[in-house]
């Protein structure tokens, strides 16, 4: 199966400050055929579910703020928070599902300093 | 807009088998650009993807969870089940459902529900 590294397990921000994580696929999750990237972020925040944030690689979730953005390619990707809020506490996730089984990371904690 | 709601025993005993459903409610169950997930997240841990099925019953589960994962779709009720058979203290979690639309991905999901396998 394909293995998801994410880095930082924990991540302190300050509000109104910039926040990037980081996730690293063992495979490619590039689809050749199609071109697109599936490699998705997810962020569950306190007692909540987890909420889809981007998908393939790049494109917001409807309703989520344009604070997030997704990038990468084949197997180093990475999210950004430009301005971090203080609703944006909570595990952040990535997920591949370019082949079964789909793997996550196993979360980035961000919390506000 | 779609609404997921998962239902079932939140006790089972040891080497039972754990039964759960789905509820779909807001959206077009049938639709072929979608299919329905069940994800696990054991106390205090990270997420595990236990599988998919499709409207027309296709199915597709996690190789960890080995033979003991069957899934159904009740196109009628506009409902999914899970069944994981032989279960253990290890298999105590919070039980997802999630719709996963082909490009994307996980975009609904039931608010989960928590079951512990204890004698």
């Known amino acids: 199966e394909i293995v998801m590294t994410q880095t930082p397990l924990s991540l302190p921000v300050i509000p109104g400050q910039p926040a990037s994580i980081s996730c690293r696929s063992s495979?490619?999750?590039?689809?050749?055929?199609?071109?697109?990237?599936?490699l998705d972020w997810y962020l569950q925040k306190p007692g909540q579910s987890p909420q889809l944030l981007i998908y393939?690689?790049?494109y917001r979730a409807s309703g989520v703020p344009d604070r997030f953005s997704g990038s990468g390619s084949v197997t180093d990707f990475t999210l950004k928070i430009n301005s971090v809020e203080a609703e944006d506490v909570g595990v952040y996730y990535c997920?591949?599902?370019?082949?079964?089984?789909?793997?996550f990371g196993q979360g980035t904690k961000l919390e506000i300093k | 807009q779609v609404h997921l709601q998962e239902s079932g025993p939140g006790l089972v005993k040891p080497s039972q088998t754990l039964s759960l459903t789905c509820t779909v409610s807001?959206?077009?169950?049938?639709?072929?650009?979608?299919?329905w997930s069940w994800i696990r997240q054991l106390p205090g841990k990270g997420l595990e993807w236990i599988g998919y099925?499709?409207?027309?019953?296709?199915?597709y589960h996690n190789p960890s969870l080995e033979s003991r994962v069957t899934m159904s779709v009740e196109t009628s009720r506009n409902q999914f089940s899970l069944k994981l058979g032989s279960v253990t203290a290890a298999d105590s979690a919070l039980y997802y459902c999630?719709?996963?639309?082909?490009?994307?991905?996980?975009?609904?999901w039931g608010r989960g529900t928590t079951v512990t396998v204890s004698s």
């Open positions: 393939a690689l790049s």
């Open positions: 807001g959206g077009s169950f049938s639709s072929g650009d979608y299919y």
């Open positions: 099925i499709n409207y027309s019953g296709m199915t």
């Open positions: 999630a719709s996963v639309h082909m490009l994307r991905g996980m975009d609904v």
């Open positions: 495979q490619s999750l590039l689809d050749n055929d199609d071109g697109i990237t599936y």
């Open positions: 997920m591949q599902r370019i082949e079964f089984p789909y793997t």
